[in-house]
C-alpha cells in the first residue's frame, strides 16, 4: 500500500519554482497582501469606536482621534493604507502590462482586474463614513450615476441611497458594506494566487515554461522582506508625520446639505476616471466611458495575440507603454482641476487617447513582429 504524502500549504510556499530573473517589479503582489491586512486590522479597530448615525458620524470621527488611545494613530494609517494600497496596485498592474502577463495569466490577469474594481467601490464607500463635506458630495455626485442606467436609473438610485436622498440608510449600507468587501478581496485574492501558483510566474523576458527557475525561500522571501521594510518606512512616514498631505481639506467640515463645496472631486486614485466622466458632456456616455476605463483590461487577454518577441524586446510596445502612462497621469491632473477653460478642452482628447492606448498596445507587439519576421 502507498501512502500519500500530505504536503504543508507553507512548504509549497517555499519551494515554490519561481523564475530566476524576477526583479523589484515582482515585490507588488506581496506588499498588496500584507497592505490587505494592515487594513482589515486597522478597520477593525476603528470600527469599535465609530458610530454610524447622522448626528453623531462626524463627532464619532473626531472622538477617535482626540479621545480614543492611539486612535489617531490608527485613523492615520487606516487613511493613508488605502492611498499605499492603490499606489502599489497601481504599479502591480502597470507592471502586468509592460510585461504583457495578461497573455501568459489571463485568469490570474482577469481575477486581478476584479480585485481592481472590487477595491475602488470599497475605497469610495470608506470615504463616506467620515461624513464630512466632501463625504457627503462625493457619495451624491457619485450614486447619482446610477440615475443614467435608461428606464431603471432612478429607482436605483432610490434603491441605494434607502431613499429620496443621501441621508441615515445611506451610510447604514454603506457602512455594513465597506466592512464585508475586504473580505470579499480576500477570497478573490486567494483565487488570483491559486491562479498564479498554477501558471507559475512570468519574467522580464516574458517566458513562464523554459527558463531557470530557483525555490522561493530563501532567495525571494528575503526580497519580500526588504518591499515589507520599505512599506513600513512609508506608512510610518506618512501616518506620524504627513497624515493629511493625501486627504482633503473639506473633509474636516461636517456634511452640511444645504452648502455646497466649491470644487467636488474624489479621491487621488480615481482622479483620472472622474476626468473621463466630466469629458463627455452625455450623462449616460460619460457614465459608460467611465465604467469603461477600468472594465477595458478584462478585454487585454482576448484582444492579444501571443508575440514571438516578448514586450522587453519590442521597443514600440514599451514607447507605447510610457505614452500610455503619461496619458494616465495627465488625466489623473485633471480630474483635480477646476470644471473650466482650457482643463475641458485638454479633457475629451485625452480621453479618446487612453482608450486608443489600449488598441494600440495590443497591436504593437504583433505589428512588431511582422515588421521583423
Known amino acids: 500500500m502507498f501512502k500519500l504524502r500530505q504536503i504543508n500549504p507553507a512548504e509549497g510556499l517555499l519551494s515554490l519554482p519561481s523564475p530566476l530573473s524576477i526583479s523589484l517589479w515582482w515585490n507588488g503582489g506581496s506588499i498588496l497582501g500584507i497592505l490587505l491586512v494592515f487594513q482589515i486590522v486597522t478597520g477593525l479597530f476603528l470600527s469599535m469606536h465609530y458610530t454610524a448615525d447622522l448626528v453623531n458620524t462626524f463627532a464619532s470621527v473626531i472622538h477617535i482621534i482626540r479621545d480614543t488611545p492611539m486612535g489617531w494613530l490608527f485613523r492615520n494609517f487606516h487613511a493613508n493604507g488605502a492611498s499605499l494600497f492603490f499606489v502599489f496596485m497601481y504599479l502591480h498592474i502597470g507592471r502586468g502590462l509592460y510585461y504583457q502577463s495578461y497573455i501568459s495569466q489571463p485568469h490570474t490577469w482577469s481575477v ?22 466632501m463625504s457627503f458630495w462625493g457619495a451624491t455626485v457619485i450614486t447619482n450615476l446610477l440615475s443614467a442606467i435608461p428606464y431603471l436609473g432612478l429607482s436605483i438610485v432610490e434603491w441605494v441611497w434607502g431613499g429620496f436622498s443621501v441621508g441615515q440608510s445611506t451610510l447604514n449600507r454603506f457602512f455594513s458594506l465597506h466592512f464585508i468587501l475586504p473580505f470579499l478581496i480576500a477570497g478573490l485574492s486567494a483565487l ?182
Open 112 to 133: 486581478g482586474v476584479t480585485i481592481f474594481l472590487v477595491s475602488m467601490g470599497t475605497a469610495f464607500l470608506g470615504y463616506v463614513l467620515p461624513w464630512g463635506q
Open 192 to 373: 488570483h494566487m491559486l491562479f498564479l501558483h498554477e501558471k507559475g510566474s512570468t519574467n522580464p523576458l516574458g517566458d513562464t515554461n523554459h527558463v531557470s527557475k530557483i525555490p522561493f525561500h530563501p532567495y525571494f522571501s528575503w526580497k519580500d522582506m526588504g518591499g515589507f521594510v520599505g512599506l513600513f518606512m512609508l506608512i510610518v512616514l506618512l501616518g506620524f508625520f504627513y497624515p493629511t498631505v493625501l486627504g482633503d481639506p473639506e473633509n474636516f467640515i461636517p456634511a452640511n446639505p444645504m452648502v455646497t463645496p466649491v470644487h467636488i472631486q474624489p479621491e487621488w486614485y480615481f482622479l483620472f476616471a472622474y476626468a473621463i466622466l466630466r469629458s463627455i458632456p452625455s450623462k449616460l456616455g460619460g457614465v459608460i466611458a467611465l465604467v469603461m476605463s477600468v472594465v477595458i483590461l478584462y478585454f487585454m487577454p482576448l484582444a492579444s495575440v501571443k508575440s514571438v518577441i516578448p514586450s522587453s524586446f519590442t521597443p514600440p510596445y514599451q514607447f507605447m507603454y510610457w505614452i500610455f502612462i503619461v496619458f494616465f497621469v495627465l488625466l489623473t491632473w485633471l480630474g483635480a482641476c477646476p470644471i473650466e477653460e482650457p482643463y475641458l478642452s485638454l479633457a475629451g482628447p485625452l480621453t479618446f487617447l487612453y482608450f486608443a492606448s489600449f488598441i494600440l498596445l495590443v497591436m504593437c507587439p504583433f505589428l512588431w513582429d511582422k515588421v521583423t519576421d
